[in-house]
């Protein structure tokens, strides 16, 4: 996948903008607060429907402006094609087009222009808390699974219905005769969202594990555990068993959810562990040891989303490389020799020798 040409208008900082890029790398330079991690978030938006920074679409909305718009034509699937949303600030639904033709999700452009992120953040995520992992694991999914993304949509749907049942039970006890629908539903949706995810853990876990053989020159044993209810003994089992798992747990806590009046457990609790020779990470291990078992996870995912589509995903570092020693850039770099790759450095001369550089200043380039 290559990304040729972008063009923003009243995008974040950016009030009308366009790019034109190298196939290979492109360094993006400047100081703090001028737009370089914007025109990445725009990148990534464009492939996938997805802000890795804004909750809300209209948070993209320039200040004042009516509308966003981000648009680029892209080299894939053996074909140029083009790609256009435009953002509206309030509850007006965006707009999506591919080559053209108005689209109705982010689905219908799944595979064209897929995209790995890798910010300074993303260097701890193996010490954070559990959301942290899960929303990383959840970006990964719902581009390589479409059908993942609408059932962690209809989950979490369901999931916001069932907590205002539980929550407003007390003052109408009415509400709770159909909460048992609503059970059964998250059940069945959350027993999918166990599925895609034990073999999307799975896959990753032992390619992550090959990088980090090579990172550590074989010192470590990596392995990756997806952890999620207690109920589920084994999270490779058919959707109907995780099913019936699910509702086992449900049941079980049924009774403490209602006096609590939360949701207290199911698959949006889930998250993952990584050990080094058996010894868990989180607990345990070194600074050196996280990062580099971070690398090796984005790594991973870059080559899992390659195997999918047959093409190198668009790669994108975001002021990563500054956060790390010379000899994990060193390694990072050498993964990198294949593919369209958009890096971000706040020190204009320090990996001018990558490939193209453009510099970004108050949301315009200006050379």
């Known amino acids: 996948m290559i990304l040729e040409t972008l063009s923003l208008q009243g995008f974040r900082n950016y009030a009308q903008a366009d790019f034109e890029f190298d196939p290979g790398v492109n ?33 993209m909305v320039g200040f004042g402006a009516e509308f966003g718009e981000i648009s680029g034509t892209v080299f894939s699937q053996e074909r140029r094609q083009s790609l256009r949303f435009v953002l509206f600030p309030g509850a007006r639904p965006r707009q999506i087009w591919r080559n053209g033709v108005k689209k109705k999700s982010a689905g219908d452009i799944a595979g064209v222009l897929p995209t790995v992120l890798f910010c300074p953040e993303d260097l701890m995520i ?5 959301a ?7 970006n990964a999914l719902c581009q390589l699974r479409p059908n993942y993304d609408a059932a962690l949509t209809e989950y979490n749907r369901i999931l916001e219905q069932k907590g205002r049942i539980l ?3 007390f003052e109408n006890p009415r509400l709770l005769d159909i909460l048992p ?7 069945q949706v959350g027993a999918l969202l166990i ?16 990088y980090h053989n090579q990172f550590s020159g074989g010192a470590e044993a990596f392995r990756l555990e997806y952890k999620t209810v207690s109920t589920v003994p084994d999270v490779f089992a058919p959707v109907p068993v995780l099913t ?6 449900s049941r079980a806590h049924y009774r403490a959810e209602l006096e609590s009046g939360q949701c207290l457990t199911g698959p949006h609790r889930d998250d993952f562990t990584v050990t080094l020779s058996g010894v868990d990470l989180k607990a345990y291990g070194s600074q050196g040891q996280t990062r580099t078992s971070a690398i090796s996870l984005k790594l991973a995912q870059r080559e899992l989303m390659a195997r999918e589509w047959g093409e190198e995903p668009v790669l994108l570092l975001d002021d990563v490389l500054s956060e790390l020693d010379p000899g994990r850039q060193d390694f990072v770099l050498n993964q990198i020799v294949s593919g369209q790759v958009f890096i971000t450095c706040c ?16 949301g315009r380039v200006i050379r």
């Open 27 to 59: 360094l993006i330079v400047g100081d703090n607060a001028q737009g370089k991690t914007n025109l990445l978030e725009a990148i990534a938006y464009l492939g996938s429907g997805k802000s890795f920074r804004a909750q809300k679409t209209g948070e």
């Open 126 to 130: 193996l010490k954070s808390g559990a």
């Open 132 to 138: 942290q992992r899960r929303r990383f694991g959840d």
């Open 167 to 169: 929550k407003d039970h």
């Open 181 to 187: 629908e609503y059970n059964a539903r998250l059940c």
């Open 195 to 210: 599925s895609y995810r034990a073999r999307f853990y799975d896959s990753l876990g032992k390619a992550a594990a090959v």
């Open 244 to 249: 019936e798992n699910l509702l086992a747990h």
């Open 347 to 362: 020190e204009p001369g320090r990996f001018t020798r990558l490939g193209k550089t453009m510099e970004i200043k108050q």
